[in-house]
């Protein structure tokens, strides 16, 4: 059987290839720029941000166990952002009824106002990183991602 080949000269692993370092070079330039816009504006790291866009999205709260699983890091790193979100009035910890060793992190209100201010520049970064790409370039890319996630996820639970 011959291998699938996208012109007469380069098999289609070749460009698949091509494709996933191009994905890279993109993800990691636009986490780098994040990274660097969000501790120069803002005094703040991308894994501060993601702790607290994931107790956005969690308003009843997280574990600690749980939160560190959603952004698969590891306890000992969650914990560390979320004593010092606690510490500055930007969340709390609330004991889990009926089990005395948990607790579960939430944003407070003055933590959800602070979030809703980053998360609002932090779309705007994106969206100007990303100007390059038209609506239908977006939509198109979004479809085919979402493709490949699918294939990715089948292969994942191997």
Do not use: C
């Not at 330039?29 to 866009?53: K, N, Q």
């Not at 809703?116 to 370039?137: K, M, N, R, S, V």
């Amino acid at each position: 059987m011959k291998p699938e080949q996208t012109n007469m000269t380069e098999p289609m692993s070749k460009a698949r290839l091509r494709l996933w370092l191009q994905l890279l070079k993109l993800s990691s330039g636009i986490e780098g720029e994040l990274r660097r816009r969000l501790r120069d504006r803002h005094d703040t790291t991308l894994p501060r941000f993601d702790v607290m866009a994931a107790l956005a999205r969690h308003r009843d709260g997280l574990k600690m166990s749980d939160l560190s699983r959603y952004l698969k890091v590891s306890n000992g790193n969650v914990t560390g952002i979320v004593d010092r979100l606690v510490e500055e009035g930007l969340a709390l910890r609330v004991a889990v009824p009926g089990d005395r060793r948990a607790n579960l992190a939430r944003l407070t209100p003055k933590g959800e106002a602070a979030f809703a201010d980053l998360a609002a520049q932090h779309e705007a970064w994106i969206d100007e990183l990303l100007t390059p790409l038209t609506d239908t370039d977006t939509q198109s890319m979004i479809g085919l991602l979402k493709k490949a996630m699918t294939q990715e996820a089948r292969h994942g639970s191997e």
